[in-house]
Each structure stands twice: as structure tokens, then as C-alpha cells.
């Protein structure tokens, strides 16, 4: 204690006022300030050389850095988004529809004005508050008696009511009464030359918002009506959506969340979730731990500055989990609207507002996402781009990109269609982009190289096909549908993966045996009793199919699907499995163009699938001309775009005895 008056005596304490100065001009919410100053208050108890008092000045220090009041203004201009969305992205209609309407309701809700009725039995009282209150965008009825008020209330709410108090018939307290007994949010404001203190307290105990006294003051009524609608203001401000990217990688979801921010003039934050175990890195450490930091949305508002970013939370499929905790149930609260108002970081120990947050999430796929956090997300799907959109980004987009990144903008060479056509086609084979922005680049870099050894900079080069194969090499793809031949007991199925459609074969093969089933290729539990209901089905229709009864006693099925180092798992290859059998045991060759997808019920009836326009893009990349899908998948075909319908036939089924004799030669 003497060390501590000496140093009060001597001024030393300048770091202790100055932080009371700053926690007074930060403006921060006045529970968050009681807090800041009562912890001051504990560390200047304390000698500046304790650890406690270090942790104390670190968290005063953090309390006042962050935005709790600074707010980016949004561009409410729907023209200019919608240009931003188009220049930087093709295609992708539903999202930016979807962000689009989320400007056109912010816009709705900016442009709303307040509703006010000015209840007054002077007539010069009324015009003047109705001349002031309109100036200030506030669209105002008046009434010049109680019954009048009344009669207003029963046809039409009001978000704020000034009243006389002292009127005929009804007076100012009726019409309160009233008021609340219709809409208990409506605020109301008594105004009276007769103001006592009790009448003030009764009105109080019967909800009225404040009690002005006449002769009035025309700033203190715009003050008192500016404050009673502060809470109506943030009832009409839009919440931040909570959108979540889900596609294959390389469709843009990364710098789709970047051209909403600009489209909007927000700040964009990014953090990555892949491989994320600790709960603690989005609620933050407790202060009692040693190096305690906030978690990492608190650290990123505070980078941003401002408290309405647009926060992309990339990857959320690849949470990690220990026994540290599960950071996705941390994120329940983060992204739940009706929580997010009031988010407890650890070292924060306050409440911080979320809600002006727009949080867009990315994944590659929903499976492994947590069933309660997926239900708090609005799922918008990437499904991948056709071979025409391909052609039309590349020329657009990544092809001068890359011109510009190879420093040939003096002497740009000069692709042709059909050779993007064969990049696409021959060194690609994705749902995404990034593999032909590799391609081109490197064709950039090869021919800057060339430029330089034959010392023509000067001159155009022209990107042909042959070209093509000459600077990339031979081919990496090949069409395995159109190059192969028809095969007995070979079907061609589709598989729907996180990397996006993929086209599948399954190979049937019978030797002598027992009856056994044997299955190879890495194939999950689903699949397995796909397979195992696949062989039921056949079995107990031999009869229709025109297979021997007895064939099934004296020999073994092996069903193996290639590459089988892949795991594969889904019940949307019993169809595929079905007709395969089918195939080898009727001897009868499966048209090798034709590609299913269906599950498969042991009474023969074919149930939905998901990934319709994923497998539709791969079976039209592989050069399929086929595709039978279930009929109960009819509303999901309108989504195949209409480029791929026309190159494909679509075959809708219910039942599989309906589609034998169209696959089978």
C-alpha cells in the first residue's frame, strides 16, 4: 500500500486515468462499459509489475479495439450487384438470384417509414408536430380528440403515439391503454401542460415510453421519438443470412463470397475450418489461462473494423474432432440467428452482436456436416460447369488472366475454339476449373519460354489443337463409353462424389460354385446389400427373366467395380448392379452408351437419387448418349441444362422391367 500511494503521489498512474479516458470515448454498449470499468478499477489496485495486472491491460486493450458500434454502409443498389455478379462469375443464376432478393428486402426494409399519430384537442399543437415529425420522414396521421384515436387504432397500427393528456371524453391515458392493449410494442410518448409527478408515474406504470411537459422543445421531442424507435430500427434491419456453397472444388465458391462483399462495399474476412479440432478457436480461451486469446471470429471483426462483414467460414465439411471439443457445435451459436445476437466468446466474457454478420459457409459436400448445424445453413448448390460454360469462362476469364500472369500482354497469343474444345476435353476431366486454368497456364508459360528463344515477341501466336497436344503432351483423358465396345455383364453406372459426377463401371463375371456372391472394388456397406438385393431380384424372377432355376445351385457370381483402390459407397448403383447381372446371365451384351443411376428395391421399383445434374455432366462428358434415371427424380431433370439435354436422351423409370429390353442389345 505504500508503494502504491507513492506512486499515486508521484502521477505514476497515467496509464490507469488515460485507459478510463478511452473506455469512456469507445462508446461501447453500457453493460460492455460497466465491465471495462470495473476491471479497471481492480488493476489499479494492483502493482504494474503483477501478471494480473498485464492480462487486465490486454483485455481493457481488446474491449476497446473492437467495432461495437462501427458499421459499413451496404450499397443498396441492385443494378450494380447484379453487374459486379456478372462480371466476375458466369452462370451460377440461383446464387446470385438468392443475394439479389437479400438486397432487394434490405432496400424494402431501409425505405419503410414509421407510422405516428399525434392524438391533441389544439389544433395549432397538431400542425406543428405533424410539419416537424414529416420533415424528419415519419409518416404522421393526427386526431383532435380521444374517440378519433380510437377510432384510428381500430383500422391501423402506428409504431409511436404522442398524446395530450388532458382531453374530453377519452383521455391521453384511454388512448395509452388502448395502445398497448392492441400492439404492446407501440411506443407512446404523453405531452401535457399539466405534468405531476404522480400523473407522470401512473402513466409510467401503464407503459408509456416518456412524459414531456408544454411548453414543447422541438429537439427534445426528436430525441425522445428518435430513441423510442431505436428498438423498432433494429426489428426492420435485415439480419445477415446464413448461406453455405456447396459444390465440387474449382466452381468458384471462395471468390463468390468475395464478389458479394464488393458487390455489397463490405469488408470480407476469410477463415479456413479444414483440419479445426480446438473448440477453443471459436470461443476463445478463458482470461485465467496463460497466453489466452479471443476465438477466431472476435480476432477477424476486429481486423475488419467493423462490425457487418462478410465472413466466409471456407471448408466447413472438414472439421476436425478430439477431446479438446467439437468446434462445429461451437458454431451452433455463431450461426444461429435467434443466438448470434448475444455470442459469449470465452475471453470476451461479454456479449457481442453478431447478427449484422453475413456469414457464408463452403463445402464440398453436406454429408459429413453435423445434422444441427446443417439445419441453421440455407444450402445453395455449385453443381459444375458444362463443356460450353467451360469454353465460355476460358475465354472470358482465364485466358487473359493467365496472358497477364505469363507477361505476354505485348504479344498475347491467340486460342482457338477447338483448341479449348481439346483442353477441355482430352487434358480435363472435372466439374470444376482449376485443372484447365492449370492447362492454359502452363501452354502461357510454354509459349513465353518459346518466345524468348526465337526472339519473335513481336509476333501473334495462334493456339491450335495441334499445338495443344504438341506444348501439354498426348492425351490424359479418353471417352471409356465411346471408345469401348458393348460387353456382356459390363454396365455403365453414375456415382455422385464430392470432386463431383463420375461415371462407374460394374463387371459381372459367373463361374461354377455354390451360389456364392462375391464383391470386390472397395465397395461400402450400402453398396454391398445393393448388390445382395440386385441378385434377389433376379432370382426370384428367373422365370421372366428366361434364366434356368436351377443355375443358381451350380454356380458363383463375382461382381468387382475397377479402380478399387478407390472406396465406394451409395444405394444408387442397384440399378447399374441389376442390369449387369441381367446382362451376364442372359447373355445378352449391355449397350455401352447407355450409363444408369437409381436404387433398386427388391420388388423391382427404382427410387430416387440424388445428384441428377452432376451425373447428367459427367455421363455428357464421357460421351454417354443415355441416361436412364427414376421417374420420381422428374422434378430434379429441369435442372440439367438445356446444352446436355439436347446431346443426351433422358430416360425416366419407375419399375426395371420397364428398361431391359432398351439397354440390353
Known amino acids: 500500500m505504500r508503494i502504491f500511494k507513492k506512486e499515486e503521489e508521484t502521477g505514476d498512474l497515467t496509464e490507469i486515468e488515460e485507459m478510463r479516458r478511452t473506455v469512456h470515448r469507445a462508446h461501447m454498449p453500457e453493460h460492455v462499459e460497466q465491465v471495462a470499468v470495473k476491471e479497471i ?25 473492437l467495432p461495437w458500434n462501427r458499421m459499413t454502409e451496404d450499397r443498396l443498389d441492385i443494378k450494380a450487384a447484379e453487374t459486379i455478379l456478372n462480371e466476375e462469375h458466369y452462370g451460377l443464376s440461383k446464387i446470385k438470384d438468392r443475394i439479389l432478393e437479400y438486397l432487394a428486402v434490405r432496400i424494402l426494409k431501409a425505405s419503410k417509414k414509421h407510422n405516428m399519430l399525434v392524438v391533441d384537442d389544439e389544433k395549432m399543437t397538431r400542425m406543428n408536430l405533424q410539419h416537424v415529425l414529416s420533415k424528419e420522414g415519419y409518416h404522421v396521421v393526427t386526431a383532435s380528440s380521444g374517440p378519433e384515436a380510437l377510432e384510428f387504432l381500430e383500422k391501423q397500427s402506428f409504431d ?137 471470429i472476435i480476432q477477424e471483426i476486429r481486423r ?146 518459346d518466345s524468348l528463344k526465337s526472339d519473335k515477341s513481336s509476333t501473334r501466336k495462334i493456339i491450335t489443337p495441334e499445338m495443344v497436344q504438341e506444348l501439354l503432351g498426348p492425351k490424359k483423358y479418353y471417352f471409356e463409353v465411346t471408345e469401348a465396345r458393348d460387353r456382356v455383364g459390363v454396365a455403365t453406372g453414375l456415382a455422385w462424389t464430392e470432386t463431383g459426377g463420375e461415371i462407374i463401371f460394374i463387371e459381372a463375371s459367373k463361374m461354377r460354385g455354390k451360389g456364392h456372391l462375391m464383391l470386390t472394388g472397395s465397395l461400402g456397406d450400402v453398396m454391398k446389400e445393393s448388390a445382395q438385393a440386385a441378385l434377389s431380384y433376379i432370382r426370384s424372377h428367373t422365370k421372366e427373366l428366361n434364366i434356368p432355376e436351377d443355375f443358381f445351385d451350380a454356380h458363383d457370381i463375382h461382381i468387382h467395380v475397377p479402380a478399387g483402390a ?3 459407397d451409395g444405394p444408387s448403383a442397384g440399378l447399374t448392379i441389376a442390369v449387369a447381372l441381367i446382362s451376364l446371365l442372359t447373355d445378352r451384351p449391355v449397350k455401352r452408351q447407355v450409363a444408369l443411376t437409381g436404387e433398386l428395391t427388391l420388388r423391382g421399383r427404382i427410387l430416387p437419387v440424388g445428384g441428377v445434374r452432376e451425373k447428367a455432366l459427367a455421363a455428357h462428358r464421357a460421351g454417354v448418349t443415355s441416361v436412364v434415371f427414376p421417374a420420381k427424380n422428374n422434378a430434379d431433370l429441369k435442372e440439367i441444362p438445356e446444352e446436355i439435354k439436347r446431346d443426351l436422351e433422358i430416360i425416366a423409370v419407375s419399375e426395371l422391367d420397364q428398361i431391359v429390353d432398351k439397354v440390353l442389345m
Open 41 to 65: 478499477d481492480r488493476i489499479s489496485k494492483m502493482g504494474p509489475s503483477t501478471a494480473e495486472y498485464t492480462i487486465g491491460i490486454n483485455y481493457i486493450d481488446y474491449l476497446v479495439s
Open 566 to 568: 478407390i472406396p465406394k
Open 304 to 449: 475488419a473494423e467493423t462490425r457487418n462483414p462478410v465472413f466466409m467460414l471456407d471448408e466447413l465439411d472438414k472439421i476436425g474432432q478430439d477431446f479438446k471439443g467439437d468446434p462445429a457445435s461451437a458454431l451452433l451459436e455463431v450461426l444461429d440467428p435467434e443466438q448470434n445476437t448475444h455470442f459469449m466468446d470465452h475471453y470476451l466474457d461479454v456479449p457481442f452482436d453478431l447478427s449484422r454478420v453475413m456469414f457464408i459457409a463452403t463445402a464440398n459436400t453436406t454429408d459429413p456436416i453435423p445434422g444441427p448445424l446443417l439445419d441453421r445453413l440455407e444450402i445453395l448448390t455449385l453443381s459444375g460447369y458444362t463443356e460450353d460454360e467451360k469454353e465460355k469462362i476460358a475465354f472470358k476469364y482465364l485466358i487473359p488472366r493467365e496472358i497477364e500472369e505469363a507477361g505476354l500482354s505485348d504479344s498475347p497469343p491467340e486460342f482457338t475454339k477447338e483448341a479449348v474444345h481439346r483442353i477441355i476435353r482430352e487434358y480435363t476431366r472435372e466439374a470444376g476449373l482449376r485443372n484447365l486454368q492449370r492447362q492454359i497456364a502452363s501452354i502461357c508459360r510454354k509459349t513465353a519460354r
Open 160 to 296: 409511436i403515439i404522442l398524446t395530450d393528456l388532458k382531453m374530453e371524453k377519452v383521455d391521453g391515458l384511454g388512448v395509452l391503454e388502448k395502445a398497448k392493449e392492441k400492439d404492446p410494442s407501440t411506443e407512446v410518448i404523453i405531452i401535457t401542460g399539466y405534468a405531476t409527478v404522480p400523473t407522470a408515474v401512473e402513466a409510467m406504470k401503464k407503459g408509456s415510453y416518456h412524459f414531456l411537459a408544454k411548453p414543447l422543445k422541438l429537439d427534445e421531442i426528436r430525441s425522445t421519438v428518435r430513441k423510442a424507435l431505436q428498438n423498432k430500427r433494429a426489428q426492420l434491419e435485415s439480419r445477415g443470412p446464413i448461406l453455405c456453397f456447396v459444390g465440387p472444388p474449382g466452381t468458384g465458391k471462395t471468390s463468390l463470397g468475395m464478389s458479394i462483399a464488393r458487390s455489397l462495399r463490405r469488408k470480407f474476412v476469410r477463415i479456413s475450418l479444414a483440419g479445426m479440432k480446438d473448440e477453443a478457436e471459436i470461443r476463445g480461451h478463458r482470461r485465467s489461462y496463460v497466453g489466452a486469446l479471443p476465438g477466431r
